[in-house]
């Protein structure tokens, strides 16, 4: 990456869409968007949860950012409102050359914790990117291994020693 890197939300149009096809998460969430864009329910303006990275007018990467509010925290301490972050993808072509690490550098820019799940075999990314692996609480992850970044000031709520 030679250049600075400019992460801007993305627009919720057939465009994006198309663009999204491309990588391999492509999935469930994106075909909801696409109903609703079928049944005019988002306009081109709306505030999408996506946010990427272009090079000309290629998206090259891509993640999906929500806020849950502090109500429905179960991971820090003091509780509060944090990020989800899920979907980050680097086109093959364009990974490592720090495209993820900016995308996540501007998650982290929010100054929220963060709870990710990896995908498989991207642990060590997460572990780079200074997030930690949440302590597993059955009833709260139902099979999910969350990572978790802290920003200063914030814990990891009450960690619970698993049986082994």
Sequence with gaps: MKTAVKVERLKINYKTLEMFKRFKEYGHQELSMLEDLENNFVENN???PFYGIYIGKNLIARMSLYEIKKEYDDYFDPP???LALWKLEV???YQGQGYGRALVDYAKSFKLPI???PRINSHGFW???????????MKRDLGENPYIWLPEGVKEKNP???KT
């Design 91 to 93: 086109l093959s072509d």
């Design 160 to 162: 619970r020693k698993t």
């Design 46 to 48: 709306s505030d999408s």
């Design 80 to 82: 509060q409102d944090y």
């Design 127 to 137: 572990e780079k990117m200074g997030f930690q692996k949440a302590h597993y609480d």
């Design 115 to 117: 709870k990710t799940n």
